[in-house]
């Protein structure tokens, strides 16, 4: 597992990063998930999960994302993700994803107070929208 790690930090008490460095495929999913549950427990508010120094991630790795914002979303949290890698933005894409959660290019960008409640205000208009059809 040389070229697999993931790490947490708190950029605020409410505000969780998870770090993931290198190939994130089906054998990596329990990782993840050991590493997102206690934060799910504690009913983290801000989970951003930065995917900026990952360098493979296949189809089965989205399922854990869409698993988490199921997860989240009931006690009012939310995912952001950082990436700027092409393979996990054309999958994204693919498997029709991008409205579940904000993708920010750095860290920096979704750490930015601005940025991360005007996409959530955003996507709670959204998700108000499509309950009223």
Do not use: C
């Not at 990063?17 to 990596?28: Q, S, Y």
């Not at 290019?105 to 991360?116: G, N």
């Amino acid at each position: 597992m040389k070229d697999f790690f993931i790490h947490t930090s708190w950029n605020d008490p409410a505000t969780a990063v998870v770090t993931v460095k290198g190939e994130f495929d089906l054998a990596r999913i329990p990782y993840l998930e050991e590493m997102v549950s206690p934060l799910v427990a504690k009913k983290t508010a801000h989970l951003i999960l930065d995917l900026n120094q990952m360098t493979f991630i296949d189809s089965s790795a989205f399922g854990v994302l869409v698993s988490l914002v199921r997860q989240i979303r009931p006690y009012g949290g939310r995912l952001a993700v950082v990436a700027k890698n092409q393979q996990f933005l054309q999958l994204l894409g693919t498997l029709r994803l991008e409205p579940l959660f904000p993708i920010f290019r750095s860290l920096s960008e979704a750490l930015e107070p601005d940025l991360f409640p005007q996409n959530l205000r955003q996507e709670k208009r959204e998700l108000a929208s499509s309950a009223l059809r």
